[in-house]
């Protein structure tokens, strides 16, 4: 089979430039534009809309579909027959662990929970009323400060034992953020609880009180990190490579990693959802606002409706959704106003042929909002949540990155300010 090529002609010059075209496994070609650079001409593309910024086998996506892949695996799948330790096992090593491995894993991560007592007091620093992911960013990069000595990021060893580190410590410190700001005791992981239950009982056990977690909502909390493990190269995932590929430590790039997901354009549309649920406030309300979301002339827009990448429907919402109506079932409130509300305006906005012609489907964080809400979690730590979830993504791109000869990564610019001028 002839190899593709791709044809750059520019009007200046008289021979074109045969640029190779790469084949993924699945997915579109791209065409590689690295010999440009040796010409003097570079290609222009803000936001990365054209451009695959690195070759990667850990995460597939088909918006078009409405698929998403880990390892090859579909998220439904995992989400059903995988725990969130299963899925970060698979995303940093490529297959599934065996019975020995997950055992191990568990036990790994387990014994990775705690963290320097010393954090404890780094804590203290924040004001009561700081916001959530303000001190999760700085707690995670502080962890650079214990775990950084030792580590040789060119070791494999080393960089897995980062990763572990820093999944099993994620929970601790998105709990202690949360006990921080309600002014409540620290409390300590329990090692004989799984990961969810676990982080859960930080959560909202006290000292006061034995340990008790429900089943139904550790399972939710558990397929909600699965559904947020990884989403391949987002904002905040090219931030951590990009960070990494200056050869900074792991905990460093989490933390640049986090503050990428802090913003409203990334991980802050479920936050968003339950603020236009407030604001709706009654089902009466409900038709105005539907009213508003199609109106051009209005910006508003139906948060937790529509997704860039995902054009057809959001594999994620199919899960979340099922698991949204176990969770108000078990706490009983499927008759709360808001979460009546909620499934009033899913209902309409399914029906309606403006969401129907333009593919606007609920996403993930329409349910997820709902659910965290339900299990009592408040709306500023909802991106918290978001970034423990994505932990194992990110650091196992920060892994692959660092496995294969890798660049620093420095993009060029299309400059338009002064050419050369004299001083006065
Ligand atoms: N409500 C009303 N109209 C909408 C909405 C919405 N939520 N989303 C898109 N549209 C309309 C938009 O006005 C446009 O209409 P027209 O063709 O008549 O001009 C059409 O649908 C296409 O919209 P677009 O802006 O070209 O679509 P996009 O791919 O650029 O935007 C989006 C995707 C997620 C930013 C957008 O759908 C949106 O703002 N949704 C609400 C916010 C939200 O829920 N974000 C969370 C996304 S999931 C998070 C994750 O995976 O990380």
Redesign the pocket.
Known sequence: MTKKTAELHLSDTTTPLDLPVISGTVGPDVVDVRSLVSKGIFTFDPGFVSTASCESEITYIDGDNGILLHRGYPIEQLAEKASFLDTCFLLLNGELPTRQEKADFENTIRYHTMVDQQIHEFFKGFPRNAHPMAMLCGAVGGLSAFYHENLDIEDADHRKQAAHRIIAKMPTLAAMVYKHGVGQPFMYPQNDMGFSANFLHMMFGTPCEPPKVSKTLSKAMDVIFTLHAD?EQ?ASTSTVRLAGSSGANPYACIASGIAALWGPS?GG?NE??LEMLYEINDEKNISNFILK??D?DDPF????????VYKNF?PRATVMRKICDDVLEELGVKDDPLFRIARKLEQIALEDEYFID?K?YP????YSGIILKAIGIPTNLFTVIFATGRTPGWISHWDEMLSSPYKIGRPRQLYKGHARRDMP
């Open positions: 989403h987002n990334h549309a968003a959802v979301a199609k051009k827009r139906l948060m937790g409706f529509g997704h860039r959001d333009r606007l996403n993930v964080d329409f």
